[in-house]
């Protein structure tokens, strides 16, 4: 089954960009992953998948701030023009055989 | 919009049986599209898959708490439920219910607290 592998924390100023990693483990580098949003306090909010082509594919009202990429084995998410609002918790995920796997999530300040 | 929505016990003792229903609005868990999961995450801590059902009834469990958990759907209710046995203190955490179309939970439940204490 795939690891994913994620920094423990990121930081960023308000306005600017931030780029989160994460990464399949050996042997998994074609998986697609989704990212997750969780806000201080809140359930997660599915923000998108990214597949291993670095095409992504966006859940129902997600500003478009919000991007995604790949190379090799790491997945990225990317959010521009950061808001207050964006300080959160952000976790990857990914699906092998009958196994769905999280990473173990960013904490993502925003400064 | 499909919704979900956690119901639980809130706080047991250990050695219980937990037991938590997702009840599911918007949609119906007979879909043919879509399998329902469990997530839990103690307080603090990071998000832990549990378990997930096909309509099917075909299931799938977190090798860690295979032998505790039982995933199972109910069509006439429109919900699917969690049964954890044999808790402990370090079943303490928030639980959520999510539809999963295939690899990503593309929609989450808002999450029952469930606290082990005696």
């Known amino acids: 089954q795939p690891v994913l592998t994620q920094s423990p924390s990121a930081s960023a100023s308000l306005g600017a960009s931030v780029n989160l990693t994460c990464t399949l483990s050996?042997?998994?580098?074609?998986?697609?992953v989704a990212w997750h949003q969780q806000q201080p306090e809140k359930g997660p909010r599915f923000l998108m998948t990214?597949?291993?082509?670095?095409?992504?594919s966006k859940g129902d009202g997600i500003p478009e701030r919000f991007s995604g990429s790949s190379s090799g084995a790491e997945r990225f998410l990317t959010i521009s023009s950061l808001q207050s609002g964006d300080e959160a918790d952000y976790y990857c995920?990914?699906?092998?055989?009958?196994?769905?796997?999280f990473g173990g999530g960013t904490k993502l300040t925003v400064l | 919009q499909m919704q979900l929505q956690e119901w639980g016990p809130g706080r047991l003792k250990p050695s219980e049986t937990l037991s938590l229903t997702c009840t599911v609005s918007?949609?119906?868990?007979?879909?043919?599209?879509?399998?329902w999961g469990w997530i839990r995450q103690s307080p603090g801590k990071g998000l832990e898959w549990i378990g997930s059902?096909?309509?099917?009834?075909?299931?799938y469990y977190n090798p860690s708490l295979k032998s505790r958990v039982t995933v199972s759907v109910d069509s006439s209710k429109n919900h699917f439920s969690l049964n954890l046995t044999s808790v402990t203190a370090a079943d303490t955490a928030m639980y959520f219910c999510?539809?999963?179309?295939?690899?990503?939970?593309?929609?989450w439940g808002r999450g029952t607290l469930v606290i082990v204490s005696s």
């Open positions: 050996s042997g998994h580098s074609d998986y697609a």
């Open positions: 918007g949609g119906s868990v007979r879909s043919a599209s879509f399998y």
């Open positions: 995920q990914a699906w092998g055989t009958a196994t769905w796997v």
């Open positions: 999510a539809r999963s179309p295939a690899a990503e939970f593309d929609v």
């Open positions: 990214v597949n291993g082509d670095g095409s992504h």
């Open positions: 059902i096909y309509f099917t009834g075909n299931t």
